[in-house]
């Protein structure tokens, strides 16, 4: 597999945040979202053998893995990966940008699908693979990042056709008010779930934590 970082850390996003993953980013993505913030695995990555991943995990003390990237399912070997992590009695947090099918990876029992709905401000809308959603588990969820009022006015519309049946969280892109996305959330009574991006609260805008 081609990785572009591993790492110990805390999860800072969705509804596993403070929990303790081996972080393993992998190379390349298919999307240029405009807000990227990993923009360094887009290119370069070191080849690794799945089984010395396998290894890696095996001897790490966390009992969770966060397969990221990048976009984790270009990646040939990320469902044996999945699946090798799984039989050594660890979860997987599986993050993707949402433009490629998900179905593979909802047979794996203790894992959890950390879905993008990529919002107008990427610029990536439009490679949505929107019938993913239907396929989010009671685990799993979508994750709309806002920057403005055109995606807020996107991630209504999609609460208003998805809220009952899957879970979104809505988490402000860095640097926009918190604030205002709150009050709007309350005002026009959705519920969804605002989260932050607690790594940067406590490292800021690092790579490798
Ligand atoms: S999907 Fe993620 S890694 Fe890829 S461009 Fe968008 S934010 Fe960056």
Redesign the pocket.
């Known amino acids: 597999m081609l990785i572009t970082e591993i790492f110990h850390s805390i999860q800072g996003e969705g509804p596993l945040t403070g929990i303790p993953m081996l972080f393993i980013r992998t190379n390349r993505?298919?999307?240029?979202?405009r807000?990227?913030?990993?923009?360094y695995?887009?290119d370069g990555g070191k080849e690794y053998d799945l089984e010395d991943l396998i290894d890696l995990v095996k001897n790490s003390w966390e009992r969770w893995v966060c397969l990221t990237?990048?976009?984790p399912l270009l990646q040939r070997d990320s469902q044996d990966l999945v699946e090798a992590v799984n039989h050594l009695g660890k979860g997987v947090l599986i993050?993707?940008?949402?433009?490629l099918d998900i179905e593979p990876y909802t047979k794996f029992e203790h894992s959890v699908i950390d879905m993008?709905i990529?919002t107008p401000s990427?610029g990536?809308t439009s490679k949505m693979k929107m019938d993913n959603l239907k396929l989010l588990r009671k685990e799993d969820y979508a994750k709309l990042v806002i920057s403005n009022e055109e995606d807020f006015l996107f991630l209504e519309d999609i609460y208003r056709n998805w809220g009952d049946r899957i879970n979104l969280i809505v988490q402000p892109a860095w640097g926009i008010s918190n604030e205002w996305i709150v009050n709007r959330v309350i005002e026009r009574k959705m519920n969804v779930r605002f989260m932050l991006q607690e790594h940067k609260y406590i490292w800021g805008e690092k790579r490798g934590v």
């Open positions: 993505c298919n999307l240029r979202c807000w990227c913030d990993t923009v695995s887009f990237g990048g976009e993050e993707t940008g949402g433009s993008d990529k990427s990536e």
